[in-house]
């Protein structure tokens, strides 16, 4: 029998230090954009400049569809999915990641997608199909994609606050249509971003909840990139663009 040893509450403190010292070893080496992720925001940033005047429809069915091409290419990247062969095998007509849902399914039992972000996929992907199949659906303002729309968070009012009155006059002139547009889009970037930060976190081995620090300083590259492009898209969208920095005299918050 081996010998006690007693600790007491120095011995754990030092060690949770020791514990969270690793992370952020760990987490340091995640946060940089991998090349696949880097490839994934030049697609996005075709993506929103092809759908920023183009009818709801397509609208809807592009914009949930980078989604499903984002979780295919974190699907290679991380089980090395790379030739032909295997391709086919995985996402061919008969393979076990050939649709959005066994996509999104699986993704969830890897971890790379959270309860939360998982009913707010479904809720996507069903959106995209009552688009893609129901031809008397026009607008996201008919019922049954109003409701489903209605159950994703509304992050297109994150900036209608008061130190942003740019934001709060374009959004108040704004059709329900066009906020509607406009949460859908930023419901797609943030399944996005959390995807793949999640995903590249516990490959390194690390609770996917983690964080160097608390705000956007503490995220990963991936995540600020996803949280920067949704701004740009969102003012876009209700005509706020950047301004020079004359004009940025007395806090204007444009953004190209």
Not at 17 to 43: T, Y
Not at 230 to 251: A, L
């Amino acid at each position: 029998m081996s010998e006690k040893v007693e600790h007491n509450e120095q011995d754990i403190k030092t060690a949770r230090e020791l514990v969270i010292e690793i992370f952020q070893d760990r987490f340091q080496r995640a946060r940089k954009k991998a090349e696949f992720e880097e490839e994934i925001m030049r697609d996005a940033e075709d993506v929103r400049d092809f759908l920023i005047d183009r009818d709801t429809r397509t609208f809807c069915i592009i914009s949930v569809s980078f989604v499903e091409d984002s979780l295919r290419k974190t699907f290679e990247h991380y089980w090395n999915i790379q030739v032909k062969e295997k391709r086919d095998e995985f996402f061919g007509s008969n393979g076990p990641l050939n649709t959005f849902s066994q996509r999104s399914l699986v993704a969830a039992g890897c971890g790379w997608i959270s309860k939360e972000s998982a009913a707010e996929t479904a809720l996507l992907r069903k959106i995209r199909n009552e688009f893609a199949h129901n031809h008397r659906i026009h607008s996201l303002d008919q019922e049954p994609v109003r409701s489903w729309i209605s159950a994703i968070p509304a992050r297109e009012e994150a900036w209608n606050q008061s130190q942003m009155s740019n934001y709060v006059h374009a959004l108040s002139a704004a059709s329900q249509e066009t906020r509607y547009r406009m949460r859908l889009y930023c419901a797609s970037m943030y399944v996005v971003g959390s995807t793949l930060a999640r995903s590249k976190l516990i490959k390194e081995e690390l609770p996917p909840e983690f964080r160097d620090e608390k705000g956007y300083d503490g995220l990963t590259d991936i995540e600020q990139a996803c949280i920067d492009h949704t701004i740009k898209h969102c003012f876009r969208t209700i005509g706020i663009t950047r301004s020079s920095p004359k004009e940025q005299v007395g806090g204007s918050d444009a953004e190209e």
